[in-house]
């Protein structure tokens, strides 16, 4: 996580064959930056020592930059996983959207659609539950338990885009809307919408070639978590959504 490219070719020079030969499918990652620039950075030194095919998945953390590009023009084809961040503080930051605090969920919610933006195929965060602080999504006290409102920005991408999914293009022309979309490999579409402004928004949802008719919304806000909405169908992949202000919402569509 702290050493720089050249250091990093040190090591995987050595480990990457090590490993293929003995667990040729076992994939190698590198190398954990403290943030995407940082792990730019590393890439890029580590390509001036041709060390770019010595590595299978491409990782950073979030702590000291967020992404703000793809890192394909530096990679080898690799996909791009997000493998550690959380806040570390000693205040529990359970709310959505109060102050607009860095670690609300709604601002989570902001940094993942980033990332996805970003070509990056996996987000993690580093504590699932914790006693004390504020580094998990699940604060432990006894048998007591809270949770953050981090976790409900986690679902609003990753109960509906599931393992194996493949995101498509989406794009919304509102600048306070923002829009990614998964295709599953059964066919199903999760279209997660965040909108940023603090009024409600309608939607005019013009899909390209899929099959799907049936639409059921969950909202995330300050009272939703992840609630189901309403359900409709659709039909000739056109359809006419509200998104309630400062709130994620997931359309699931499905045939």
């Known amino acids: 996580m702290l050493s720089d490219g050249y250091q990093a070719y040190d ?5 990457y064959p090590m490993v293929k030969k003995a667990f040729p499918s076992l994939d190698v990652s590198c190398c954990d930056s403290t943030g995407a620039r ?19 998945v491409n990782t950073y953390h979030n702590y000291q930059s967020d992404i ?11 996909p791009t996983i997000e493998t550690e961040w959380s806040d570390g503080g000693t205040t529990w930051t359970p ?14 919610a ?31 006290n006894g048998t007591s338990y809270q949770v953050a409102a981090r976790l409900w ?3 609003g991408y990753f109960r509906f885009a599931r393992p194996g999914a493949v995101r498509i293009a989406a794009e919304s022309d509102v600048e306070e809307v923002y829009v990614t979309a998964w295709q599953n490999s059964n066919g199903t579409v999760a279209i997660p919408v965040i909108n940023a ?18 639409a059921t919304a969950y909202l995330t806000d300050n009272t939703h978590n992840v609630t189901m909405e309403n ?22 569509l499905s045939c």
């Open 153 to 155: 920005a986690f679902s």
């Open 11 to 15: 090591f995987l020079s050595v480990l």
């Open 197 to 214: 402004a603090h009024y409600t928004y309608t939607l005019n949802v013009n899909l390209g070639s899929t099959n799907v008719t049936h």
């Open 110 to 140: 902001i940094y993942m659609h980033n990332a996805f933006r970003n070509n990056v195929a996996g987000w993690s965060h580093w504590w699932c539950s914790w006693t004390g602080g504020d580094a998990a999504l699940v604060n432990v």
């Open 38 to 56: 940082q792990q730019r950075d590393l890439l890029y030194e580590l390509g001036r020592v041709n060390g770019l095919d010595l590595f299978d």
């Open 95 to 108: 709310t959505w959207d109060a102050v607009g605090q860095n670690f609300e969920g709604f601002q989570w």
């Open 231 to 252: 359900q409709f169908t659709f039909s000739g992949g056109r359809f006419t959504a509200e998104v309630e202000p400062r709130s994620m919402k997931t359309f699931f």
């Open 68 to 78: 703000k590009r793809p890192f394909t023009d530096l990679l080898h084809g690799q």
